[in-house]
């Protein structure tokens, strides 16, 4: 799908809920890497501080996230997720000396969750990700997520 294929209708609206999944430049498995997953768990979680995406459940894949989160006032979503993919790669590139090419693809994939849909089913879906990659055979074993319900 194509960045403007992405874009179109996208609507920001605080205090709707919205699953969210950035991608690696080329699916590069760049969070393989403890250091450089936890920059981006970082950067998350800074964002959920300044009250602009409040995180209920997440997961670092490692070459993609997926956010389950309420979208603060503070900025729209395209904002939001402008700024945690700007300080990531800034973060990250900034560690690595010989770094040439972009850390995200362009764009995100998001949807916006209806009020009636049950939250707590797709946290964990989301969050079971390593389990059904094969990355680990229990969930406890995977650094790289936290949900509000599990």
Request: proline share 6%; aromatic share 8%; glycine share 4%.
């Amino acid at each position: 799908m194509s960045y403007n294929q992405l874009r179109a209708g996208r609507y920001s609206e605080p205090g709707r809920d919205y699953f969210i999944t950035v991608v690696t430049h080329e699916r590069i498995p760049v969070f393989n890497d403890l250091n450089r997953a936890r920059t981006v768990i970082q950067q998350l979680r800074r964002l959920d501080e300044d009250d602009q995406l409040l995180s209920q459940a997440w997961v670092v894949m490692p070459d993609h996230m997926h956010i389950l989160a309420t979208l603060g006032a503070v900025c729209t979503l395209s904002e939001c997720i402008k700024q945690l993919k700007g300080r990531t790669a800034r973060v990250i590139n900034a560690h690595q000396i010989r770094r040439r090419q972009p850390l995200w693809q362009p764009g995100f994939y998001d949807r916006a969750l209806r009020s009636e849909e049950d939250r707590p089913p797709i946290a964990r879906y989301l969050v079971a990700n390593p389990l059904r990659a094969g990355l680990v055979n229990r969930l406890a074993d995977y650094p790289h997520w936290d949900s509000i319900w599990l």
